[in-house]
């Protein structure tokens, strides 16, 4: 308790905006007097939808009352809610008529809005969370779909992020679930910065890795305390969320959070999966993401590199070029094909400069991949966790079947220019005869035989 205490303080004067930070149970009460201490006589605005409003914000309210604080009335979204450039546009509309803070009460949507259109109009704001649903609260940037497109905008993140957790409890399960997988991402994330690391393409920066790393087998521990909604236990994942967003504030960047697991669910995002109707959350696309990652990972911790032959390697890995018709093929014309092309020809590297990146893996074998081991946790288990926690834990509950997963691990290697595991096992020259180990009768996903979800 008391080294998390001191992690988070380490964490909060790192971090570039946000100066205040409270997760407790009915913390939600004390938000006039909270606002006061950050922003002075300022007046406030309430940002909500329905729910939230009805879940915090009336009270949020109340405390401003009690306190005779000045707050205009609230400005509540109706059910066309959605994180897109005209619910900005409408925000931002209604906060050019006056000069007050906006106090963002909900989760992902709501705070990405308001982190937005705050921005847009010029002043800070702070947010009181209503479920612990994903890393964004704390987090630089905001994640909005602009024509069709989803992207993250720079902006900065809250002056002050409250967490109240009797609101979180309340909270559909269902949510609480989405922020474990994006946690749970943090396991894979970190083994892919370490190969970064491994290869001189990302050194790790040891404070923003500690700020994620430190306690995030403790943060992740308890999956059924989780899905039960214990307090105690959804203090850790709210934690583990926000010093999340913490790191990517510090190195303005989402490589302390986000690796090749965010990469499965970035494609899917831009390829417009829905499964049943509906768009599958961030978290839970992420958790599957996070499996795939994993047993990747696995696969290169199964081998024996000491005696892997580098000059060969090179020599086989394709040019620009080549890799652009590759691209074409997996991904058709379009803007997808153009993006993969920019991102690809961002980490793209061969000759000596490819030869360097080898050595640092392959030379380092030993240590690195009991550095790794230490890192990850088994396939079954993390499997296990996402299943008691209520993740999905099988590509199929989001609608993407063991073929599509396949193609996605080939097409997602493209869409980003951050170097993870995908990037290693292409340059090695080992990621067809992973995929098929991964899809064999021995792997996690068996094609043959699979049943269509
Ligand atoms: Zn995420």
Redo the contacts with the bound molecule.
């Keep these: 308790m008391e080294m998390e205490q001191q992690l988070i303080e380490r964490a909060l004067k790192a971090a570039r905006d946000t100066r205040f930070l409270a997760v407790e149970q009915g913390i939600r009460h004390q938000t006039a007097g909270i606002f006061t201490s950050m922003f002075g006589p300022r007046e406030a605005v309430i940002i909500a939808d329905g729910n939230t409003y009805e879940a915090a914000g009336r009270d949020v309210e109340a405390s401003f009352v009690r306190e005779n604080r000045p707050l205009r009335k609230p400005f509540i979204f109706g059910p066309h809610i959605y994180a897109d450039d005209e619910c900005v546009r409408e925000l931002a509309g209604a906060l050019r008529s006056h000069d007050a803070i906006p106090i963002a009460v909900g989760s992902g949507t709501i705070n990405d809005l308001t982190k937005l259109a705050a921005h847009q109009t010029n002043r800070p704001y702070m947010v009181v969370g209503t479920a612990a649903s ?3 609260y704390s987090a630089y940037g905001a994640s909005i779909t602009t024509a069709g497109s989803k992207d993250t905008v720079d902006c900065p993140a809250p002056m002050a992020v409250l967490a109240d957790l009797d609101v979180i409890a309340q909270a559909p399960k269902v949510m609480n679930a989405w922020g474990y997988g ?1 946690l749970m ?1 943090k396991v894979v994330a970190g083994a892919d910065w370490i190969l970064a690391d491994a290869a001189g393409v990302e050194a790790i920066n040891p404070p923003v890795w500690e700020t994620v790393q430190g306690l995030l087998r403790s943060w992740i521990g308890s999956p059924e305390a989780i899905a039960a909604n214990e307090p105690s236990a959804l203090r850790h994942l709210v934690h583990g969320l926000v010093m999340s967003g913490f790191a990517m504030q510090a190195s303005l960047s989402s490589r302390p ?2 690796g090749a697991e ?1 990469q499965f ?1 970035h494609l899917w995002d831009m390829q417009h999966h829905t499964f049943e109707g509906k768009t599958p959350s ?2 839970f696309k ?1 958790g599957i993401g996070v499996l795939a990652s994993l047993a990747l990972h696995e696969d290169l911790l199964s081998r024996d590199l000491s005696s892997f032959d580098i000059d060969a390697a090179v020599r086989a890995w394709p040019s620009m070029d080549e890799l652009e018709q590759r691209i074409h093929r997996l991904f058709g014309p379009g803007a997808l094909e153009k993006r993969a092309n920019e991102e690809t020809r961002a980490k793209y590297a061969s000759g000596d400069a490819l030869r360097a990146q080898l050595r640092g893996i392959v030379e380092n074998w030993p240590e690195l991949r009991a550095k790794l081991l230490a890192q990850l946790i088994p396939f079954r288990e993390l499997q296990g966790m996402l299943r008691r926690a209520g993740c999905p834990f099988d590509p199929a509950q989001i609608g993407i079947s063991r073929a599509r997963l396949r193609t996605s691990y080939m097409q997602c290697c493209y869409m980003r220019r951050r170097f993870t595991v995908l990037d290693v096992a292409q340059r090695l020259g080992i990621f067809d005869s992973a995929l098929d180990k991964l899809f064999g009768p021995h792997g996690p996903w068996p094609i043959e035989g699979e049943v269509q979800p």
């Design positions: 994903m890393d964004g994006d991402a959070a986000s965010h669910s961030h978290g992420v």
